[in-house]
């Protein structure tokens, strides 16, 4: 199939959308766009039909809840940032192909680990270090509350990807921008 259809254009979207969702939460999005799948609601790559099979999706629902309350724990949730951050570039260049239906293989993982990939990691590197300052400035008491604004994140990212995959991606540009800036004035020095 040609790469500049609307279809795959779109494919490409919701890939994006789907991996900064699975740099707030790593497992979250994967976990919701498996049952979509298994639901019949998201096309999965050949290749990735496994991902919509029941044990995927139960493995998946209890990675989710373990990790879910592991960033509620502080100290583990710091420890957990370190292990997140590549895990979510590999997992969001996966789930990024695993949506890319229509591309040729060259195309997609290209397409899936650079911004899949990218995607992931500049959200997860972005929420690792607004977690890193929050332990500084509350000893770890902040913590949870940035923790549910990640998952709060993740699980509207990801439903908004599935739903409108361009409105997504508008929405990761604006929300990395404004995160960058954030990062910014946290780390600039006190005057």
Do not use: C
Request: aromatic share 4%.
């Amino acid at each position: 199939m040609d790469a500049t259809t609307p279809e795959t254009l779109l494919s490409v979207a919701l890939g994006i959308g789907l991996a900064a969702a699975v740099g707030l939460r790593v497992f979250l999005p994967l976990a919701i766009t498996a049952a979509a799948a298994a639901l019949g609601h998201v096309d999965l790559s050949p290749s990735f039909a496994w991902l919509a099979s029941t044990p995927a999706l139960v493995t998946l629902s209890v990675a989710t809840v373990l990790e879910l309350l592991a960033y509620y724990i502080p100290g583990v949730d710091n420890l957990l940032d370190a292990i997140a951050t590549p895990a979510a570039v590999v997992a969001g260049a996966v789930v990024a192909a695993a949506v890319m239906a229509d591309l040729p293989p060259l195309v997609k993982w290209t397409t899936a680990i650079i911004a899949g990939g990218g995607a992931a990691g500049v959200t997860q590197g972005l929420t690792a270090l607004l977690r890193a300052k929050s332990t500084a400035m509350t000893g770890g008491v902040g913590n949870g509350v940035v923790a549910t604004g990640e998952l709060g994140g993740s699980i509207l990212l990801t439903l908004l990807a599935l739903a409108a995959p361009v409105i997504a991606v508008g929405i990761v540009v604006l929300a990395a921008w404004l995160g960058v800036r954030l990062v910014r004035r946290l780390l600039r020095p006190a005057r």
